[in-house]
């Protein structure tokens, strides 16, 4: 896993989440629900949690969690809509510093997102993936108390990101059965670069060749 990028849709009724998702690009495949993982393509110039969260969120007057990972960089955001209000915001960027975003208020996937199950700080556990190796005495005991109590708050500046899957996993949800597609419209800036390229390149052949 590279780069992850979607989200989950609460749906109450799935015949106005079709007509909905619709205008926003989206194709439905499955939705059934409860909840429905919306799968984005990354694009390069767009990355990022998927830009049609909030207004998904409020047309539907729903729950809707955005979300982005790329491991290659150690970048991961999350954000948590509730009928077009931002609820909460996460983004972790190990090389800028961390947590460099953390706003409102915690929600309840938290817990599973922060702490896995299995494991642990113990002698035969195994070590938690968020957590450095390079901890004090009193960090392990900061974090396991945080960890029996599943609050991450208290433990922010030891924790390297969460575990989206974990998040997914929480609702019932498996990524790699999205319930929807989601199509990014082209990013003509780009492409249009491409083609000058191209362009010169060829441009460049035709010309060597024609000297000679």
Same mark, same amino acid.
Request: charged content about 25%; aromatic content about 10%; proline content about 6%.
């Given at each position: 896993?590279?780069?992850?990028?979607?989200?989950?849709?609460? +749906?109450?009724?799935?015949?106005?989440?079709?007509?909905? =998702? =619709?205008?926003?690009?989206?194709?439905?495949?499955?939705?059934?629900?409860?909840?429905?993982?919306?799968?984005?393509?990354?694009?390069?110039?767009?990355?990022?949690?998927?830009?049609?969260?909030? *207004?998904?969120?409020? %047309? !539907?007057?729903?729950?809707?969690? *955005?979300?982005?990972?790329?491991?290659? +960089?150690?970048?991961?955001?999350? @954000?948590?809509?509730?009928?077009?209000? !931002?609820? $909460? @915001?996460?983004? #972790? #960027?190990?090389?800028?510093? &961390?947590?460099? *975003?953390?706003?409102?208020?915690?929600?309840?996937?938290?817990?599973? #997102?922060?702490? =896995?199950?299995? %494991?642990?700080?113990?002698?035969?556990? @195994?070590?938690?993936?968020?957590?450095?190796?390079? /901890?004090?005495?009193?960090?392990?005991?900061?974090?396991?108390?945080?960890?029996?109590? $599943?609050? =991450?708050?208290? /433990?922010?500046?030891?924790?390297? &990101?969460?575990?989206?899957?974990?998040?997914?996993?929480?609702?019932?949800?498996?990524?790699?059965?999205?319930? *929807?597609? #989601?199509?990014?419209?082209?990013?003509? $800036?780009?492409?249009?670069?491409?083609? !000058?390229?191209? +362009?010169?390149? +060829?441009?460049?052949?035709?010309?060597?060749?024609?000297?000679?």
């Amino acid at each position: 896993m590279s780069t992850l990028q979607g989200a989950l849709v609460r +749906v109450e009724d799935s015949d106005r989440f079709r007509e909905v =998702a =619709a205008r926003s690009r989206i194709v439905v495949v499955d939705a059934s629900g409860p909840w429905v993982p919306i799968d984005v393509a990354p694009q390069l110039g767009k990355l990022g949690p998927p830009p049609f969260a909030q *207004a998904l969120s409020k %047309e !539907l007057n729903t729950t809707v969690i *955005a979300f982005f990972l790329q491991t290659t +960089v150690s970048n991961e955001r999350v @954000e948590h809509w509730q009928s077009g209000r !931002l609820l $909460r @915001e996460l983004e #972790y #960027y190990m090389d800028g510093g &961390g947590w460099i *975003a953390q706003s409102g208020e915690p929600q309840e996937w938290e817990g599973v #997102y922060f702490f =896995a199950q299995d %494991e642990g700080t113990g002698p035969n556990d @195994e070590w938690p993936s968020n957590l450095g190796d390079e /901890v004090s005495e009193d960090d392990i005991h900061r974090y396991e108390a945080a960890r029996s109590r $599943r609050i =991450a708050g208290p /433990v922010m500046d030891l924790l390297r &990101g969460g575990d989206i899957v974990r998040l997914c996993n929480f609702y019932g949800v498996d990524l790699g059965r999205p319930g *929807a597609h #989601y199509t990014t419209r082209p990013n003509w $800036r780009v492409l249009g670069s491409v083609l !000058l390229i191209l +362009v010169l390149f +060829v441009g460049a052949i035709v010309l060597g060749r024609t000297v000679r």
